[in-house]
Nanobody, 117 residues
Framework: EVQLVESGGGLVQAGGSLRLSCAAS????????IGWFRQAPGKEREGVSC????????YYADSVKGRFTISRDNAKNTIYLQMNSLKPEDTAVYYC??????????WGQGTQVTVSS
């Protein structure tokens, strides 16, 4: 069974840091592009970052560039999102997702990140 399980969310003050983890099972995550998305209340889901399974290339949304870092540990089949200098506007439910080509086909259940001002 394919599963993505996020963890590491929580409550943090503005300026603080969190590291989210996305543990993959049932498939080899380094064959897939893994993306991090977030959705705040009343807002559409937005892509935050992704890392390619082919060459490890990364992408960041402008809103998080320079503050967030995506990485993967293939031995642990886990993808991380290091979030530094957090802002209240980063508050959202964060999801990881996986795709080989085309649309993201596997999604985790999400983890809540709340940044207080």
């Amino acid at each position: 069974e394919v599963q993505l399980v996020e963890s590491g969310g929580g409550l943090v003050q503005a300026g603080g840091s969190l590291r989210l983890s996305c543990a993959a099972s049932g498939f080899t995550s380094d064959d897939y592009t893994i993306g991090w998305f977030r959705q705040a209340p009343g807002k559409e889901r937005e892509g935050v970052s992704c890392i390619s399974g082919d060459d490890g290339s990364t992408y960041y949304a402008d809103s998080v560039k320079g503050r967030f870092t995506i990485s993967r540990d293939n031995a642990k089949n886990t993808i991380y999102l290091q979030m530094n200098s957090l802002k209240p506007e980063d508050t959202a439910v964060y999801y990881c997702a996986a795709r080989r080509t085309g649309d993201y086909e596997f999604w985790g259940q999400g983890t809540q990140v709340t940044v207080s001002s």
